[in-house]
């Protein structure tokens, strides 16, 4: 249970910088690709299916999206947390490898097919890399902090 508390606590932290490199790397998008983000975009699609869409305006899907891809990010974290030792790399590399599976999982399988968001061979290129830069980092970042916070507690 530790480990994967570390990891949630990981995952939360590792978000930050995987944000603010995200809202970065939008901002030089060519104007026609500056459409909102994934998070968002899934967000507005999983309110729709519940019927949360009718009782928030933009600025509640914009926070909704935002408490959505931390709390994601926190709890894939958590995941890492049990698997990280099972992984025979240096943290960084380790938290990379992980963070493009988590890309690869929820962007070319899971996501598509629920109907939350379409295939990665819809978007355009730059997009493409724009996320899956994001993941490369907040996955060493994850693997840094959990390595780091685990030597604390040695």
């Given at each position: 249970?530790?480990?994967?508390?570390?990891?949630?606590?990981?995952?939360?932290?590792?978000?930050?910088?995987?944000?603010?490199?995200?809202?970065?790397?939008?901002?030089?998008?060519?104007?026609?690709?500056?459409?909102?983000?994934?998070?968002?975009?899934?967000?507005?699609?999983?309110?729709?299916?519940?019927?949360?869409?009718?009782?928030?305006?933009?600025?509640?899907?914009?926070?909704?999206?935002?408490?959505?891809?931390?709390?994601?990010?926190?709890?894939?974290?958590?995941?890492?947390?049990?698997?990280?030792?099972?992984?025979?790399?240096?943290?960084?590399?380790?938290?990379?490898?992980?963070?493009?599976?988590?890309?690869?999982?929820?962007?070319?399988?899971?996501?598509?097919?629920?109907?939350?968001?379409?295939?990665?061979?819809?978007?355009?290129?730059?997009?493409?890399?724009?996320?899956i830069t994001a993941h490369l980092?907040?996955?060493?970042?994850?693997?840094v902090l959990l390595d780091r916070?685990?030597?604390?507690?040695?």
């Amino acid at each position: 249970m530790k480990r994967v508390l570390m990891g949630c606590l990981a995952g939360f932290a590792a978000t930050v910088p995987m944000t603010a490199a995200m809202v970065w790397l939008h901002r030089r998008l060519p104007h026609e690709e500056r459409y909102p983000l994934p998070p968002q975009e899934i967000t507005e699609e999983a309110s729709k299916g519940v019927g949360l869409d009718q009782h928030t305006d933009a600025e509640g899907q914009l926070g909704l999206a935002l408490a959505s891809h931390f709390a994601f990010g926190t709890a894939a974290g958590g995941m890492y947390g049990l698997l990280d030792e099972k992984i025979p790399l240096p943290p960084a590399l380790r938290g990379a490898t992980y963070g493009l599976a988590v890309w690869a999982v929820n962007y070319l399988g899971l996501l598509p097919a629920a109907g939350l968001y379409r295939s990665p061979a819809q978007e355009p290129r730059r997009r493409k890399a724009l996320m899956i830069t994001a993941h490369l980092v907040w996955g060493p970042v994850l693997g840094v902090l959990l390595d780091r916070l685990q030597a604390r507690t040695r």
